[in-house]
């Protein structure tokens, strides 16, 4: 049973570009979060979505957007780049019904560097 | 004032010694805490969690939450090399899968 996968492993932009992450759950899971961890940091919670729609959003602003598609993967889009998006994007997935998180699983991430 | 405090510094531990952590939060609504390991270049995995105050043990990692004073902290007996990591703390809401963690600590433990 493959875990949480995340594409692509390593990734380099200049400012002002746009860039699509992409994220696949673990088999069984319905929900996804996004979380970026700079370096040195904890991760921080970007938004989460079940049945297709962004259901919370950390304290992010709109250039970070999002989706999940029918068979619960998830795309993470950030526009115009700046060199503070430079971090590790990881994704998570979970059931919408565990109150716990006890079943959720995180992906090895995206590293994102922004030049 | 940040929903969760953890001191990041990095702590160099002689094998089977004791590792000590701890970390405190700010919002007394936090029913779940949640204690993750990171290994480089890879995600959080959960390690153990409790519920509300009072303590878990799991073989050598013991977990402890004081909710009356919002502190949170994670014991592991005889460390050892593969326990070298980064530990994250991360309170969270009951019915709520959005987690708030802390810094981290990094740990080294020397054979």
């Known amino acids: 049973d493959a875990g949480v996968t995340q594409s692509p492993t390593h990734l380099i932009k200049t400012r002002g570009q746009q860039v699509t992450l992409r994220c696949s759950p673990k088999s069984g899971h319905d929900t996804v979060s996004w979380y970026q961890q700079a370096l040195g940091q904890g991760p921080q919670f970007i938004f989460q979505?079940?049945?297709?729609?962004?259901?919370q959003r950390g304290n992010f602003p709109d250039r970070f957007s999002g989706h999940q598609f029918p068979n619960y993967s998830s795309e993470l889009n950030v526009n115009a780049l700046l060199l503070g998006d430079s971090a590790l994007y990881l994704c998570a997935s979970s059931l919408w019904a565990d109150p716990t998180n006890e079943k959720l699983f995180f992906g090895s991430g995206t590293q994102l560097s922004v030049l | 004032q940040k929903e969760v405090e953890q001191d990041p510094g990095p702590l160099s531990v002689p094998e089977g010694a004791i590792v000590s952590l701890n970390c405190t939060y700010s919002n007394s609504a936090f029913q779940y805490f949640m204690w993750y390991r990171q290994y480089s270049r890879k995600g959080p995995e959960l390690l153990m969690y409790?519920?509300?105050?009072g303590n878990k043990e799991d073989g050598r990692f013991t977990a402890q939450v004081d909710k009356s004073s919002k502190y949170i902290s994670l014991f592991i007996r005889d460390s050892q090399p593969s326990d070298s990591a980064t530990y994250l703390c991360?309170?969270?809401?009951?019915?709520?899968?959005?987690?708030?963690f802390g810094k981290g600590n990094q740990v080294v433990v020397i054979p």
């Open positions: 979505y079940y049945e297709e729609e962004e259901r």
């Open positions: 409790t519920y509300s105050s």
């Open positions: 991360a309170p969270q809401f009951y019915g709520n899968n959005r987690l708030a």
